[in-house]
């Protein structure tokens, strides 16, 4: 093998560092990934870690927390909101614009879904918590 194909096969080469956030061990785990493709994972510190090192390398993704807007009665309030579930990370800034764009009139329960499927992803933006009445205190 001669110098330029040494070169070129580490270059295909790569090594990721993930911190783990699974478990408080929060475990530095190392990631090969060869053209690409995953070749072996190595670090984790529980079983969990392994998993969560191939996820965050092939498909990220993030829980989405925010404000929106909320009348009630002659009182402007923010009301917290989040994904119901983990959405894809290349879809984070796209769910921000839509939750952007919600102002809410009422009353509001914590629970309550403030988005459905937001951006097509299947999860819910729902409330953190309750704005009951417009005397509430925000």
Not at 40 to 51: N, P, Y
Not at 82 to 97: G, H, N, Y
Request: charged residues 25%.
């Amino acid at each position: 093998m001669n110098q330029q194909e040494m070169k070129n096969n580490e270059s295909d080469k790569t090594e990721i560092k993930v911190c783990c956030t699974t478990c408080p061990k929060e475990c530095i785990i190392t990631v090969h990934l060869e053209q690409g493709m995953l070749i072996s994972v190595e670090g984790e510190g529980c079983k969990r870690g392994k998993k969560f090192a191939q996820k965050e390398i092939t498909t990220p993704e993030r829980t989405l927390t925010s404000t929106v807007m909320v009348e009630c009665g002659n009182k402007a309030c923010l009301l917290p909101v989040k994904t119901a579930a983990p959405i894809p990370k290349k879809d984070i800034a796209l769910a921000m614009a839509a939750i952007r764009t919600i102002k809410l009139t009422g009353p509001c329960l914590m629970g309550d879904v403030i988005i459905p499927n937001i951006c097509g992803t299947g999860v819910n933006v729902v409330a953190c918590r309750s704005i009951k009445e417009e005397n509430h205190a925000c």
